[in-house]
């Protein structure tokens, strides 16, 4: 079969990202314990490997294996923080724009390459999204608990440490303000949690609040930790804004990858909401502050 510029072009870019793909969800399923998800990652490392075979035949592609093998390296490290399913859905994530590549040269192949075109376009847009539908791991039940707990911890937390600028210099009684605040509010969350879970089917009400309290909880540690390596409030303050910022960006981030929604879009609202309740609680703490006169603390 002759082969045209951009069929070579698109063949060798499909080639080179299935079996990157057929790599990585190999080595995923080396390190699954679960049978049943194992058997879901080795048919979609099947399917990846049968559709490089069909790009490579035409484009001639050798692949990098050691980069490649770096590549699937970094991607089961975050199996291990972000769960299978995050991988998983994070490698499915050009598919829409693969399909639309692929459809494009359905008048340019012809005979049985035609019919492997056709199978491959379907199996893109149903058969590797049902697959990956069917790991069903635990976490992504309670994905929604856990989002809800470190959201609300960043924000609150963000709020607390800000209003304590305008009342206290010290970078003592300002981190446990914050620790007391965070850990009353866990408990709060975890159970609200708790009783709105009793009313969802399939989900277990103590899992869920645990999920919830430990990730509030987690988060409040995090962002208060600076108030006990330094002496200076503000340096405390700053550092804890840019944990908070790292948390926002990991949660916006994994949560992007699950729903396919805009993970640009959804950061920069999630900042917005840190920056602007930090902004309008340290003009109340400052205002406190001078009205009771409990600067000097």
Not at 173 to 195: D, E, H, K, R, T
Request: hydrophobic share 50%.
């Amino acid at each position: 079969m002759e082969v045209d510029s951009s069929l070579y072009r698109i063949a060798r870019e499909a080639a080179l990202d299935e079996y990157k793909e057929y790599v990585v969800y190999s080595a995923l399923a080396r390190v699954e314990r679960n049978e049943r998800r194992r058997g879901v990652l080795e048919a979609l490392a099947a399917a990846e490997l049968d559709h490089f075979r069909f790009w490579s035949r035409i484009a001639g592609v050798r692949p990098p294996v050691w980069r490649t093998r770096l590549y699937a390296l970094f991607m089961v490290l975050l199996r291990f923080v972000f769960g299978v399913t995050f991988v998983a859905k994070l490698l499915e994530r050009g598919e829409v724009e693969a399909v639309a590549r692929y459809k494009s040269l359905l008048g340019v192949v012809r005979g049985e390459d035609l019919e492997a075109l056709r199978r491959i376009i379907r199996d893109g847009e149903e058969h590797e999204v049902a697959l990956v539908e069917q790991i069903d791991e635990t976490i992504v039940k309670y994905m929604g608990s856990l989002v809800l707990g470190l959201a609300d911890a960043v924000i609150e937390i963000t709020g607390a440490h800000a209003g304590t600028l305008g009342t206290t210099n010290s970078t003592v009684v300002a981190g446990v303000i914050g620790l007391i605040v965070g850990i009353g509010a866990a408990i709060s969350m975890a159970s609200a949690s708790y009783l709105q879970t009793r009313h969802e089917v399939g989900k277990s009400p103590a899992v869920a609040a645990l999920v919830t309290g430990v990730g509030y909880i987690a988060a409040v540690s995090l962002m208060s930790l600076p108030y006990f390596l330094t002496h200076d409030v503000y340096h405390a303050f700053a550092a804890s804004i840019a944990v908070g910022v790292l948390l926002s960006f990991m949660l916006t981030f994994q949560g992007s990858v699950y729903t396919g929604r805009d993970f640009k879009y959804e950061f920069l609202q999630t900042v917005g909401l840190l920056l602007g309740t930090a902004a309008l609680t340290y003009m109340l703490g400052e205002w406190l502050g001078g009205l009771f006169g409990v600067r000097v603390i």
